[in-house]
Nanobody, 122 residues
Framework: QVQLVESGGGLVQAGGSLRLSCAAS????????LGWHRQVPGNERELVVV????????TYADSVKGRFTISRDNAKNTIYLQMNSLKAEATAVYYC???????????????WGQGTQVTVSS
């Protein structure tokens, strides 16, 4: 079992910055992908950024390219989302996501955090 806890959200002015954190606990070995998604009430949850650990590749949504950056600290079991030049359209609940290969069941498992609210005023 993996638990993910996001933090760092809040209210910021357009053009400002925030850094979101996702602290992971439990069995976080064999990570296939890690990333961030966001969701506005009534809308689909959308991909913000995802890192494929096997391919060592990172893909950002077009809407955040050049402004958002994902990073991780393996020693702290934490991943981050640095958000710069924030726009009002970035207002959403942001969710941390890990996809893990469970060897004992030979299956992928998708883990989500509880979400953290980001509100950008215009």
């Amino acid at each position: 079992q993996v638990q993910l806890v996001e933090s760092g959200g809040g209210l910021v002015q357009a053009g400002g910055s925030l850094r979101l954190s996702c602290a992971a606990s439990g069995s976080t070995y064999n990570i296939i992908t890690l990333g961030w998604h966001r969701q506005v009430p009534g809308n689909e949850r959308e991909l913000v950024v995802v890192t494929d650990t096997s391919a060592n590749s990172t893909t950002y949504a077009d809407s955040v390219k050049g402004r958002f950056t994902i990073s991780r600290d393996n020693a702290k079991n934490t991943i981050y989302l640095q958000m710069n030049s924030l726009k009002a359209e970035a207002t959403a609940v942001y969710y941390c996501n890990l996809v893990v290969w469970r060897t004992t069941r030979s299956i992928r498992y998708n883990y989500w955090g509880q979400g953290t609210q980001v509100t950008v005023s215009s």
